[in-house]
Nanobody, 126 residues
Framework: QVQLVESGGGLVQPGGSLRLSCTAS????????VGWVRQVPGKEHEGVAC????????LYKNSVKGRFTISRDNAKNTMYLQMNSLKSEDTAVYYC???????????????????WGEGTQVTVSS
């Protein structure tokens, strides 16, 4: 019944931009924390960004600060990740996730997420 669907991934050149979307069904994205986790094959999950449900507090991984922006549209039950100044190191599968609190999303190897999307591939290459 609960489903998270990501979209917007693709191939982009270094320095380019991409916007990811996550639309939820079966739950409200405004009730708890939502965010993005990425993974390169063979490596650990890496928390990217999150936004809390209560006061809207936003947290970013240090390596994406100033380049990525997370947002939520409650009317559309959709969250977004605007990615600018993309680097080859940003190449990964990006997953939409939910949890009760925001900070566990930034540490996905220490905490379990409530729900995961299927992921969308982002490839940054020249």
């Amino acid at each position: 019944q609960v489903q998270l669907v990501e979209s917007g991934g693709g191939l982009v050149q270094p320095g380019g931009s991409l916007r990811l979307s996550c639309t939820a069904s079966g739950l409200s994205l405004s009730d708890g924390a939502v965010g993005w986790v990425r993974q390169v094959p063979g490596k650990e999950h890496e928390g990217v960004a999150c936004i809390s449900g209560g006061d809207g507090t936003i947290l970013y991984k240090n390596s994406v600060k100033g380049r990525f922006t997370i947002s939520r549209d409650n009317a559309k039950n959709t969250m977004y990740l605007q990615m600018n100044s993309l680097k080859s190191e940003d190449t990964a599968v990006y997953y939409c996730v939910t949890d009760t609190l925001c900070h566990p999303i930034l540490n996905p190897n220490l905490y379990d997420m409530d729900y995961w999307g299927e992921g969308t591939q982002v490839t940054v290459s020249s």
